[in-house]
T-cell receptor, first 114, second 109 residues
Framework: GAVVSQHPSRVICKSGTSVKIECRSL??????MFWYRQFPKQSLMLMAT?????????EQGVEKDKFLINHASLTLSTLTVTSAHPEDSSFYIC??????????FGPGTRLTVT | GQNIDQPTEMTATEGAIVQINCTYQ??????LFWYQQHAGEAPTFLSY??LDGLEEKGRFSSFLSRSKGYSYLLLKELQMKDSASYLC??????????WGAGTKLIIKP
């Protein structure tokens, strides 16, 4: 149980285009979903927290107009990187939680912006 | 401020035991997680400690001392597949995860 999927697993896009990443909880309803970014050899950096049906809460320094988060249902959240630039290349990981103290991670999406 | 400290890198021998330490300072504290992360993959859950003491799960054990702001992850009978980064994360009073930078564990034959 508690499986979280992400799609796509890898994406390469050109600078200036937008990319959408989906995060789904497959066998449970997630009250909250989290989006993280991880640069090579660094720890996870929380970008935003989203609850179904409400606006996401962004961490300081994360541009909400650049990283659009939609949490349309209890099983789906999407992250759209708009007008992507090479510095946005990173490993994006989502997680979903049912209870406050536990998070289940998706497999991650490797984004490369050329 | 909130802070998690853990060693950057450790090396151990296959079949041996290794202990990875983690100290934390958070605004309130609700519990401490350990995650394993292989290169290029997302973290996977190892343990969650709320109360003081040692919790054992097969080859892996995790210890917590709330009064000292200290935890460790103990890995026994090391296998080559245990080579990974081990992330310590504490939950603050709002249950927000505060992440350590991770400890890269290198296992040598």
């Amino acid at each position: 149980g508690a499986v979280v999927s992400q799609h796509p697993s890898r994406v390469i896009c050109k600078s200036g285009t937008s990319v959408k990443i989906e995060c789904r909880s497959l066998d449970f309803q997630a009250t909250t979903m989290f989006w993280y970014r991880q640069f090579p050899k660094q720890s996870l950096m929380l970008m935003a927290t989203s609850n179904e049906g409400s606006k996401a809460t962004y961490e300081q320094g994360v541009e909400k107009d650049k990283f659009l988060i939609n949490h349309a249902s209890l099983t789906l959240s999407t992250l759209t990187v708009t007008s992507a630039h090479p510095e946005d290349s990173s490993f994006y990981i989502c997680s979903a939680s049912v209870l406050e103290y536990e998070q289940y991670f998706g497999p991650g999406t490797r984004l490369t912006v050329t | 401020g909130q802070n998690i400290d853990q060693p950057t890198e450790m090396t151990a021998t296959e079949g041996a035991i290794v202990q990875i330490n983690c100290t934390y300072q958070t605004s309130g504290f609700n519990g401490l997680f350990w995650y394993q992360q292989h290169a290029g993959e997302a973290p996977t859950f190892l343990s969650y400690n709320v109360l003081d003491g040692l919790e054992e799960k097969g080859r892996f054990s995790s210890f917590l001392s709330r009064s000292k702001g200290y935890s460790y992850l103990l890995l026994k009978e090391l296998q080559m597949k245990d080579s990974a980064s081990y992330l310590c994360a504490a939950t603050d009073s709002n249950y927000q995860l505060i992440w350590g930078a991770g400890t890269k564990l290198i296992i040598k034959p």
